[in-house]
Nanobody
Framework: QVQLVESGGGLVQAGGSLRLSCAAS????????MGWFRQAPGKEREFVASITWSAGLTGYASSVKGRFTISRDNAKNTVYLQMNSLKPEDTAIYCCGVRNTVTSVWQYWGRGTQVTVSS
């Protein structure tokens, strides 16, 4: 089992920045990837970014590429999402997840943190 706790959400004006954190506990993550998804009201959950735990390979949704950066701190078992140049359409609940890199299944999820971008 892996437990995930997100933090860092809040209210920010358009053009501003926020950094989200996701702290993982419970088991070793060497064969996993971690990532962020978001869900806005009335919309489907969408992928935002991911990073493999061992090699640090990253992937981004086209809508956030160049504005968001995902990173990890292996010693702290924590993944970060630095969000710059925020837009009102980035408003959503952001959830952190863990993907098994062998099965490609997203197995564990946090409860999420609200990000609201005002225009």
């Amino acid at each position: 089992q892996v437990q995930l706790v997100e933090s860092g959400g809040g209210l920010v004006q358009a053009g501003g920045s926020l950094r989200l954190s996701c702290a993982a506990s419970g088991r070793t993550l060497s064969t996993y990837a971690m990532g962020w998804f978001r869900q806005a009201p009335g919309k489907e959950r969408e992928f935002v970014a991911s990073i493999t735990w061992s090699a640090g390979l990253t992937g981004y949704a086209s809508s956030v590429k160049g504005r968001f950066t995902i990173s990890r701190d292996n010693a702290k078992n924590t993944v970060y999402l630095q969000m710059n140049s925020l837009k009102p359409e980035d408003t959503a609940i952001y959830c952190c997840g863990v993907r098994n890199t062998v099965t490609s299944v997203w197995q564990y999820w946090g409860r999420g943190t609200q990000v609201t971008v005002s225009s």
